[in-house]
Structures are given as structure tokens and as C-alpha cells.
């Protein structure tokens, strides 16, 4: 396997070219390690996730200095999207005192999961991984920071409802979820099973094989079937894939929505026109108008340090990085509140940061983020925060918001999520964190 190393912050020089200070080659210094794919099928959606992590890290360090003296240091390791080379990137970057792992995929999610509790190591999945876990009293060490993907499945079918004027309205309806055949994209399915049998809906399954090239019967079974609308829980080529397919059979673009996943400029561009209509999940808001997109132009690129081309930055997938990277390096901070400033936090103490975080809109307007997110509040017993998306739609040229946030309905999830804690932790004989251990 092939691992990339990056440096990070030049040192001086002191006493000549020879010697470095011993004050510098002491430098304290937060790791955090990137797994990546920026090669295979996967790459062209990896790639802006990843440079958007890097440049916020490298805005960080040019800006601030670091956290409070504290700078930040990081490698990366090619995963190419695959299980088994991830739990490898893990088990390498796991002993360069790594504090919090971002896998980037929920197949590695659900592989390392039973591993950071004996680590002490978070893993960070924004808007993806364990649905379940963002119940903190099982799942200590896991974070689906701003939504998973129950809390998505559930906002496109009041979206949905709403289009037809009320959730009852969906009563005999068609609607059939196309999903990429892995843990990713089986992970709505119990939702949108317990949403059909609310409402009435008729649920059909079809599922495609990665990574997705070739989608050719599923479509048949779209056209055979007819439905009202079709969900799409895709990633990387499997999107274009999709869209083109739905374009050759006739299936109205209107009546196709995507998970989050699949609403970004790599999943549309090639198709153009042929996508116009087609509409996704957002996330985060995108961009270059927000404070945090001009200092790191200021910052990155405008000093030729970006990890990518200047034009990618404040696409939505270089955004969902930069969001996701400001999450970590914030819940660093709330830890140096706790247990002092200029320090290098331990993965107990990221954890404990990641689990009190509370990122107002004041907060968010002080890190440049206003407009791209919701404010965001974890707790001990809710590692999610925020469950709030919108909907944007593709106008053969550009993505465009075509609604306003929603937020998931709290009633339907909150005993889904209760019960697959449960689940999982009767499975792995666990018990539920005491209340004491929410004090500490």
C-alpha cells in the first residue's frame, strides 16, 4: 500500500542552515490522520472531500498558528473505499497518536467501530455511518455528527408528502429506493420501511452492485415498475451512472432525488442537461462566499498551497470537507478548554470535545460557517447534533436550493435509534454508559 506523507509547517531555521532550534524540533503538534481514496471509481467524489479537509488544516496553520499555539500536523492513507485497506490505514496511523479517525466510508464505519473503544479513538462520520450510534450511551466512541442516513431518508419523504400535499397523500404510491449494494446504501432501509407502513406507500427494493458501472437491469426494473418516484442512495460513478440510465429509459429527472452522496458537481457534470430536474439532499451549503472559502483563498491558495485546483473551492464535496475537518479541529478546542489551552488533546479528550460541542449561530458566524450549516449541539447522549437538511435541485448548469431546511422527525427516530443501540449492544454485550459517566 502505497501511503502519502504530507509536511505541514516550514520550521525555522535558527543558528544557520544546519541546525534547527531545539524549541522547534520540540514544536507540539495535533495529529490527524486523512483517510483518503483518491484513486478507483470512488476518486472523483473522494478527491474534493479530502483537499477540503487539507486546506482547512493548512488555513488553520497559515491564519492562527495553529489551535492556541498547538499546530496541526496529518498524513494521509489511500483507502481506495475498500474494508480492509482502511482498518489498515487504522491499525498504521492508530500509533502516530492519533486522536479521531474520519473513515469516509461506512463499510470501514462499521469495521472499526468495535475497534476505538479498546483504542480510545472517536471515529467522526458526518452524515454517513451507524444510524444508531448517534446514541452516545452505547455508542461512546462513535460521532454521525449532522445526520445519518435515517435522518436523510426521513426529510425526502416529508419532502416528498409535502409535494403532494401531505404526507397522506403518499398512501398508494410507488416509490422505489435504487442503492448502491453495501452498508452504505442498505443503511435507510429500515426508515423507509417504517415510513411505508405509516403512510401506505409501496417500498421497492433494488439493489446495485459496486461500484455501479453497469445499472442496466435495475433501470429495466424501474420502467417495468413505473414508480412514482425513485430514491437514490449512490456514490462515485454510480450516480452519472444513474442518471444517464434514468435519462435512456424515460424516467422523469423530476421524480429522481439522492441522498446527499449523490447531489454534487462529480455526479452531474457529465450528464448536463440530461440531469436537469434532478434533485439531492444538501447537506451543507457550498460556495465561495463564506468567510472560511476567502480565508482559505487568502490563506491556501492565494499563496500557491492548495491542495487542488483553486476552482473546486466551495463545491459541495470540498465544503462537506472543510465542515467536516472544522468540526474535529473545533471539538479540539472545546477539549483545551476543558483540560488547558496549548495543549495536544488525547483521544479521550477529543472524545469528550466531540460529545460538548455547541456551535451556535454566533459560534458559527466567529468560524466563517454562517450559511453553510445549522448550529450544531452534541451531548452525551446525542453524538448527532443537528439533523437538519435541504433539498437542491440541478438546473443543467448549476445545483440550486429548491426548499427550505427540514428536520427529521425526532418522534420516529428517536425509538428506531433507541432500539438499534439496544440491539447492537445486547449483540456485543454491552451495557449503557451510566449517568456518571456522562460527568466526566
Known amino acids: 500500500m502505497k501511503f502519502k506523507t504530507i509536511a505541514l509547517a516550514s520550521l525555522a531555521i535558527a543558528g544557520g542552515l544546519f541546525g534547527a532550534s531545539p524549541a522547534f524540533a520540540q514544536a507540539k ?34 491564519r492562527d498558528g495553529g489551535v492556541n499555539g498547538v499546530k496541526i500536523a496529518y498524513e494521509e492513507c489511500e483507502t481506495g473505499y475498500a474494508t480492509d485497506k482502511g482498518v489498515e490505514c487504522y491499525e498504521r496511523l492508530k500509533g502516530k497518536a492519533a486522536t479521531v479517525f474520519d473513515p469516509q466510508a461506512t463499510g470501514i464505519t462499521f469495521a472499526l467501530t468495535d475497534k476505538v473503544p479498546a483504542d480510545k479513538v472517536p ?109 437514490l442512495w449512490g456514490w462515485g460513478v454510480m450516480n452519472s451512472t444513474a442518471l444517464k440510465e434514468a435519462q435512456a429509459t424515460g424516467f422523469p429527472r423530476d421524480k429522481l432525488y439522492g441522498v446527499w452522496w449523490s447531489g454534487a458537481e462529480p455526479d452531474v ?27 482559505i483563498m487568502k490563506f491556501v491558495h492565494d499563496k500557491g498551497q492548495g491542495t487542488g485546483p483553486k476552482d473546486e473551492v466551495g463545491s459541495v464535496l470540498y465544503t462537506r470537507g472543510v465542515v467536516m475537518q472544522a468540526m474535529m479541529i ?87 435509534v433507541r432500539a438499534g443501540a439496544d440491539k447492537y449492544a445486547a449483540e456485543k454485550k454491552l451495557t449503557r454508559r451510566a449517568p456518571a459517566d456522562c460527568q466526566s
Not at 495535533?30 to 478527491?47: E, H, I, K, S, W
Not at 479537509?53 to 488555513?59: L, N
Open 29 to 62: 503538534e495535533q495529529f490527524f490522520p486523512l483517510l483518503v481514496y483518491r484513486t478507483g471509481p470512488y476518486a472523483p467524489n473522494g478527491t474534493p472531500w479530502a483537499n477540503g479537509k487539507q486546506d482547512y488544516i493548512k488555513m488553520i496553520n497559515a
Open 123 to 231: 471515529l467522526v462520520t458526518m452524515g454517513y455511518g451507524l444510524a444508531a450510534s448517534q446514541d452516545g450511551g452505547v455508542f461512546k466512541w462513535n460521532f454521525p455528527l449532522m445526520g445519518s442516513y435515517w435522518t436523510a431518508a426521513d426529510i425526502l419523504i416529508q419532502h416528498l408528502g409535502k409535494a403532494n400535499g401531505g404526507l397522506d397523500k403518499l398512501k398508494g404510491k410507488k416509490i422505489t429506493l435504487v442503492y448502491h449494494d453495501s452498508p452504505f446504501g442498505k443503511e435507510p432501509i429500515p426508515l423507509l420501511q417504517e415510513r411505508s407502513k405509516m403512510h401506505g406507500f409501496d417500498l421497492q427494493l433494488i439493489p446495485v452492485t459496486a461500484p455501479g458501472v453497469e445499472q442496466k437491469s435495475a433501470w429495466l426494473q424501474v420502467r417495468q415498475s413505473r414508480p412514482d418516484y425513485v430514491l
Open 269 to 295: 457534470k457529465d450528464v448536463g442537461e440530461g440531469a436537469k430536474g434532478y434533485h439531492a439532499l444538501a447537506l451543507n451549503g457550498y460556495g465561495t462566499q463564506a468567510k472560511v472559502m476567502q480565508d
Open 330 to 416: 473545533e471539538a479540539m478546542r472545546r477539549a483545551q478548554e476543558r483540560f488547558g489551552k496549548g495543549k495536544v488533546i488525547s483521544g479521550e479528550q477529543m472524545r469528550w470535545g466531540l460529545e460538548n460541542l455547541s456551535l451556535d449561530d454566533k459560534k458559527l458566524a466567529a468560524l466563517g460557517l454562517t450559511g453553510l450549516i445549522r448550529p450544531v449541539s452534541t451531548s452525551c447522549l446525542d453524538h448527532m447534533g443537528s439533523t437538519w437538511a435541504r433539498v437542491h435541485t440541478w438546473d443543467g448548469a448549476k445545483w440550486n436550493f429548491s426548499s427550505d431546511w427540514y428536520q427529521a422527525d425526532e418522534q420516529i427516530l428517536k425509538p428506531m
